[in-house]
């Protein structure tokens, strides 16, 4: 950087690195704005999509029923802890729900997992490197996007809405809605009810996992900045940043540990009456 070259202020720096790459260079301002497009929210979630596709193939195929390799052994634990968790809340078929809980774990997993490349890998390195203007905005981490938690979780919402209907009948689910849970003299009250409550855990699911995901990049920069705004300077980032990055992967893991358990749940209450 040159003596002329303005060094970014700290809410500079954290207001880049939390910007979109999306069609639009105008901040959205709407809370509900569908002409806005955060491409690299959609390229990062298709990218952890595929990876979590060829990871699970390729456990598949190197399969053995001798002695499991560490790979085999350690897809085995997730998958039978999956399967188990299935079982144990669907009191139902979980021959589609338990891929489906083992596909969202392990997507979420690996785009949560994101968030362990460096902050600054992108605009100072990779984007010089390949021809490309270091000061695009660009954010690697799908799930500290609400726009990208909300998309899964509206998802998980149609899914519960479709097991709803099949098995209990349109008839059977349309009851349930005017008549649970105050009987069938409230009608107008129990569908208000039932409204708030699929909106409640639809936003709920995707809300929670945003904000613990965005919490946690939040405070990789604010660590990132610890070299060149504090006096620790660079030690303190490597420390500051090596044992929240430590800590940082029980909570990868354990928030899509939640979110799959969640959407169990959610399984689950569609294929039971009230």
């Known amino acids: 950087m040159s003596a002329t070259e303005h060094a970014p202020t700290p809410s500079e720096y954290i207001g880049h690195h939390l910007g979109h790459l999306a069609n639009s260079h105008e901040q959205q301002t709407a809370l509900v704005d569908m002409s806005y497009i955060n491409y690299d929210t959609i390229i990062w979630s298709v990218f952890c999509g595929l990876a979590a596709i060829l990871l699970m193939y ?6 053995t029923s001798g002695v499991p390799g560490r ?3 350690a897809v085995e634990m997730v998958v039978e802890m999956v ?35 460096p902050v600054d890998l992108f605009s100072v390195w990779l984007f010089p490197l390949l021809g490309l203007d270091p000061e695009m905005h660009h954010r690697v981490v799908p799930t ?16 519960m809405m479709y097991y709803s209907i099949k098995i209990k009948g349109a008839g059977g689910f349309l009851k349930e809605l005017c008549t649970a ?23 709920s699911l995707g809300m929670r996992l945003f904000g613990n995901m ?24 490597i420390i500051a940043g090596s044992v929240w990055a430590i800590f940082h992967i029980l909570i990868v893991f354990l928030q899509a540990f939640i979110f ?14 009230h």
């Open 83 to 117: 399967n188990d968790q299935a079982k144990s809340i669907v009191h139902g078929n979980v021959s589609f729900i338990a891929p489906m809980a083992l596909t969202i774990f392990v997507w979420v997993s690996l785009m949560n997992a994101m968030d362990f490349l």
């Open 144 to 159: 500290a996007d609400l726009n990208g938690t909300l998309g899964i979780s509206v998802g998980v919402f149609a899914l």
């Open 58 to 63: 390729l456990a598949s195929r190197k399969a």
């Open 214 to 237: 965005f919490a946690g990049e939040l405070l990789f920069l604010l660590i990132a900045l610890l070299g060149a705004y504090s006096h620790f300077g660079g030690v303190g980032q």
């Open 71 to 73: 790979f085999q052994c």
């Open 260 to 273: 799959m358990m969640l959407t169990l749940v959610y399984m689950g209450q569609s294929h039971e009456a």
């Open 181 to 203: 849970p105050f009987g069938p003299m409230m009608f107008p009250a129990n569908i208000a009810l039932n409204v708030v409550e699929y909106a409640a855990k639809t936003f």
